[in-house]
């Protein structure tokens, strides 16, 4: 089974490296980018025991820093 | 409109990041995980005029390192 988290920084907190992934974008001509924000994808392979509450235990533990951070997940069979 | 792009390492690529947080998730006593990859979930808020083609183009040029990582992406309106 996989787990599939996205970790990605509250609004209102400043992403340095979207911004400059932003300002890349533009110097290299592309043009119509309003926004970038730089999350983190983490794929977990994990065994049919594990539940998605467990899957949450381990985002507010480990995975995600819920002062800055929220985050989403689906298993996936 | 969003375009959400997944960009992580190729299979067969040594993920350190992942390795650790497997090792961590062991040590916190969570069981039953047998493989953790880590990638980045980049999030660009573009405008109506931005096609897929763009987008790709996008990753090819900057967002993903194409020898060792591949990437996905999808639209939003």
Redesign the interface.
């Known amino acids: 089974m996989k787990a599939i988290v ?1 970790v ?1 920084l509250k609004q209102g907190v400043l992403d340095p490296q ?1 911004k400059a ?1 932003h300002h ?2 533009g110097s ?1 001509g ?18 049919s ?2 539940t998605s509450d ?1 899957i949450k ?2 985002c507010e ?3 995600a820093n819920t002062v800055i951070e929220d985050y989403n997940f689906k298993l996936k069979p």
């Open positions: 996205n990605y979207g992934v890349a974008l290299l592309f043009n119509g980018v309003n926004d970038v924000r730089i999350g983190k994808q983490i794929v977990l392979d994990v065994d025991s594990v467990i235990e381990m533990t480990l995975l």
